[in-house]
């Protein structure tokens, strides 16, 4: 499902656009557990069946991870031969190493499994292998298996976001609506792509949420996306009263203290943002307390003190390990990769290589523990970005084209139309750098369409190529984004002052 949350999976942040699972869409069922189900499930355990209904609802409604993971553990435990039972405990995985175990258990049972979950198995193990343009396929097939299942309509929208094709992925979900009105994760896939995705409609957006939030009015999730609306519309006290309703109904949940503290950041309000992160930390899963920590060490940044946040995230990154938990490698990776965008942005080049020196061995590491060739030519493509950002900075603009090319050599073979996104961003940031600003223009145009810190250089391309209008309704859209990076802390106030 598309996220607006930014928090780090259990896979790798794959700048190019690489191998990642599409987690998070599959067979949910209704807050009540009263509707059948449409996908025959194959396990004949009572026990099983029940503990996989209960993680898949927790799934659904956005409960902390570690719930849905013990329910799955619970089934697994009563049905260890439960191949869908392993697809979805692989969905809720902490690490991309549980994630993998559970995968390769859910394809050696598959043959025990009914054809629709076999299928389901099938197309989670080809994206995989960043294999988009085949997990389509599969995903298509599964929806002709079961065309009364809105959640094989949600699967199948979230491979065509990756895919690229937005506006087949918001026609598949409205589909699905039609299919079951009452059915909330659709409300909440359709509205979040209106508000993170291009082109976005924020009138829409509001529309799809409000009619998830009528479903489940007293759900913490429907005011946590609630909020996010108000955030995308700029209207910050509301989303802060609803990321407190949110509080209110569940008072352990560390994410509504983690979203209220980006609004208060967002506000200035830095005491209380750090107030709000240091309690989400405290309530956290420990797999999830490095990545509020994250948030923690941005305030710094909106502060007007990029240095402290750089020594912050350090200090996440090297107590990761001393924490024992199996997220170690992606709560690393989140932390260097935020420290070396706000050094590289600030130029602090001794930083961003001690940072980027990290991320190597971590990126190559976490890609030992995933088994998969497509994942070690993701992180290879990351070393390769993070490397020629470096060199761009440096003023080394032909090492910087030589990693780019470098990148799209390792990410070849891949099917998925966007993996060469990252790529031609570090083209752009090159061509930027050195002041050619057509060329700069021409590549931010064909990276990610849907990250704050392309459009912001592609704003400075375009405003270096005289194409003044374009420029600003780029850093418009930069000045008005209010979800939290550093990408979002470096860049949001110098956007607003060149859109005005």
């Known amino acids: 499902m598309l996220r607006v949350r930014l928090l780090v999976p259990a896979l790798a942040v794959v700048v190019t656009a690489g191998a990642c699972s599409t987690t998070g869409i599959g067979i949910a069922t209704p807050a009540s557990d009263q509707a059948p189900m449409a996908i025959p499930i194959s396990t004949q355990s009572a026990t099983a069946r029940a503990e996989f209904l209960r993680g898949v609802h927790d799934l659904d409604v956005e409960s902390p991870p570690l719930k849905a993971r013990e329910h799955f553990d619970r089934a697994l435990a009563a049905d260890p031969n439960f191949a869908f039972g392993h697809l979805y405990a692989a969905f809720s995985a902490p690490s991309i190493a549980a994630y993998r175990n559970h995968l390769d258990e859910a394809v050696r049972l598959a043959d025990g499994a009914t054809p629709a979950e076999q ?151 830095f005491a209380e943002a750090r107030t709000d992160y240091d309690r989400a930390v405290a309530l956290a899963d420990p797999t999830q307390k490095p990545t509020y920590s994250v948030y923690h060490a941005l305030v710094n940044v909106y502060a007007g003190d990029p240095s402290a946040a750089e020594a912050e995230l350090e200090r996440i990154a090297g107590g990761v390990d001393g924490m024992n938990i199996p997220s ?99 083209l752009g940031m090159a061509d930027l750098l050195q002041g050619n600003y057509p060329s700069a223009a021409a590549h931010f145009a064909e990276a990610n369409p849907d990250d704050i810190y392309v459009w912001y250089h592609r704003g400075l391309a375009l405003e270096g190529a005289g194409r003044t209008a374009e420029a600003k309704e780029f850093f418009r859209r930069v000045a008005a984004w209010n979800f939290n990076t550093a990408a979002t802390a470096l860049v949001k106030s110098d956007a607003a002052r060149r859109a005005a």
């Open 119 to 269: 299928l389901w198995i099938r197309a989670e193990r080809t994206g995989l292998d960043n294999n988009v343009n085949g997990q389509l396929a599969l995903a298509q097939q599964l929806l002709q298996l079961t065309p009364s299942d809105p959640r094989a309509y949600g699967y199948l929208a979230g491979i065509q976001f990756n895919a690229g094709r937005r506006a087949d992925a918001r026609a598949t979900l409205e589909r699905a609506a039609q299919i079951d009105p009452n059915f909330a994760p659709t409300w909440i896939q359709l509205g979040n792509s209106y508000l993170l995705s291009e082109p976005r409609d924020l009138a829409k957006a509001e529309s799809y949420i409000r009619k998830e939030v009528a479903l489940e009015p007293n759900e913490p999730v429907a005011h946590d996306y609630m909020g996010d609306v108000y955030r995308a519309e700029n209207n910050l006290p509301q989303a802060r009263a609803e990321y407190t309703r949110m509080i209110e109904l569940d008072p352990s949940r560390a994410l509504a203290f983690q979203q209220r503290g980006h609004v208060n950041s967002f506000l200035g309000n």
């Open 328 to 426: 170690a490698d992606g709560a690393k990776i989140f932390a260097l990769s935020e420290e070396a965008r706000i050094a590289l942005h600030n130029r602090h080049l001794d930083v961003a290589q001690r940072a980027i020196d990290q991320l190597r061995t971590v990126y190559r590491h976490q890609a030992e523990t995933g088994r998969s060739d497509a994942i070690r030519r993701g992180n290879e493509a990351n070393i390769d970005y993070w490397e020629g950002m470096l060199a761009a900075r440096r003023g080394d603009f032909a090492t910087a084209r030589n990693e780019a090319r470098d990148m799209m050599a390792q990410v070849a073979q891949d099917q998925n139309p966007r993996k060469n996104e990252g790529a031609h961003e570090l």
